[in-house]
């Protein structure tokens, strides 16, 4: 019975690790939920070792059974409130609330957790556009115009890309398509300044929270994953400003356009 009952806190614990990766967490943050969990079942003999897509979990000594697993998690996009989930659960498993098998209940239901309805991922993404528009110099019209390219792009991913295309594909695609919707609008008379429309336009692309983690685990020491993330975070920068400046390129060709 022990030996099940240690099973089951570790599948726990790997599976908490699992959601916590593939929604974007540190590596650090991770690790030590890993072995939060574990501890809080007993299992002292416990060592994770984590790297941006893969999850390493071995236990045992001469009063534990032998546990190994390998899990490969694919790099993906950023789940925060899965993150925040697991967190708050991890704190109630220290304090006694849940067995292993109701943490694992709990954990199965978080990684199911859908994601926001896409009307709100649609108007979050104009929004943000119209904002960071208006923060990078852009007047009010300008930012209308950014909020239309923004919820443009958006369309685009959620209803005709649907994750049939890959990350680079995707990526530069759609920096063509709200950079070609900026100038667009600005021939049209909306908007006065494309710099900024495009800058604000491309915003729901830029990798923010990727980056911000590369920086994070390369400064705790983590620098395998780190410089994975980094190179991850980095060519989707590199896929975005590929496809602006294609359109930029064909705008001040074509049309004789000034590329700013």
Same mark, same amino acid.
């Given at each position: 019975?022990?030996?099940?009952?240690?099973?089951?806190?570790?599948?726990?614990?790997?599976?908490?690790?699992?959601?916590?990766?593939?929604?974007?967490?540190?590596?650090?943050?991770? @690790?030590?939920?890993?072995? *939060?969990?574990? +501890?809080?079942?007993?299992?002292?003999? /416990?060592?994770?070792?984590?790297?941006?897509?893969? =999850?390493? &979990?071995?236990?045992?000594? @001469?009063?534990?059974?032998?546990?190994?697993?390998?899990? +490969?998690?694919? &790099?993906?996009?950023?789940?925060?409130?899965?993150?925040?989930?697991?967190?708050?659960? !991890?704190?109630?498993? @220290?304090?006694?609330?849940?067995?292993?098998?109701?943490?694992?209940?709990?954990?199965? @239901?978080?990684?199911?957790? #859908?994601?926001?309805?896409?009307?709100?991922?649609?108007?979050?993404?104009?929004?943000? !556009?119209?904002?960071? /528009?208006?923060?990078?110099?852009?007047?009010?019209?300008? /930012?209308?115009?950014?909020?239309?390219?923004?919820?443009?792009?958006?369309?685009?991913?959620?209803?005709?890309?649907?994750?049939?295309?890959?990350?680079?594909?995707?990526?530069?695609?759609?920096?063509?398509?709200?950079?070609?919707?900026?100038?667009?609008?600005?021939?049209?008379?909306?908007? +006065?300044?494309?710099?900024?429309?495009?800058?604000?336009?491309? =915003? #729901?692309?830029? #990798?923010?929270?990727?980056?911000?983690?590369?920086? *994070?685990? =390369?400064?705790?020491?983590?620098? =395998?994953?780190?410089?994975?993330?980094?190179?991850?975070?980095?060519?989707?920068?590199? /896929?975005?400003?590929?496809?602006?400046?294609?359109?930029?390129?064909?705008? +001040?060709?074509?049309?004789?356009?000034?590329?700013?």
């Amino acid at each position: 019975m022990e030996t099940d009952y240690n099973r089951e806190a570790l599948d726990a614990a790997a599976l908490a690790g699992d959601i916590l990766l593939a929604s974007g967490a540190e590596i650090f943050r991770v @690790e030590e939920t890993i072995d *939060r969990i574990a +501890h809080a079942y007993g299992i002292e003999s /416990c060592d994770a070792f984590v790297l941006s897509s893969g =999850i390493f &979990l071995t236990a045992g000594n @001469e009063k534990e059974k032998e546990f190994a697993r390998v899990r +490969h998690i694919p &790099l993906s996009a950023a789940r925060l409130d899965k993150v925040t989930a697991v967190n708050q659960l !991890s704190r109630e498993i @220290e304090n006694g609330m849940h067995t292993a098998a109701q943490a694992k209940e709990r954990l199965l @239901e978080i990684q199911q957790m #859908p994601s926001a309805p896409r009307f709100y991922q649609v108007l979050a993404s104009g929004v943000g !556009s119209g904002c960071f /528009c208006l923060l990078f110099g852009g007047d009010m019209v300008d /930012c209308g115009a950014a909020f239309l390219a923004g919820t443009l792009l958006y369309l685009y991913l959620l209803y005709l890309v649907r994750g049939r295309l890959s990350k680079i594909a995707s990526n530069i695609t759609g920096g063509m398509l709200v950079t070609f919707a900026a100038v667009l609008l600005y021939h049209l008379g909306i908007g +006065h300044h494309l710099g900024e429309m495009i800058i604000g336009s491309i =915003i #729901p692309l830029v #990798p923010g929270v990727a980056f911000t983690n590369a920086i *994070r685990d =390369i400064a705790d020491q983590d620098y =395998i994953a780190g410089a994975v993330r980094m190179l991850d975070a980095l060519l989707v920068t590199f /896929c975005i400003a590929m496809g602006v400046g294609i359109v930029m390129m064909g705008y +001040h060709n074509i049309a004789g356009g000034a590329v700013f």
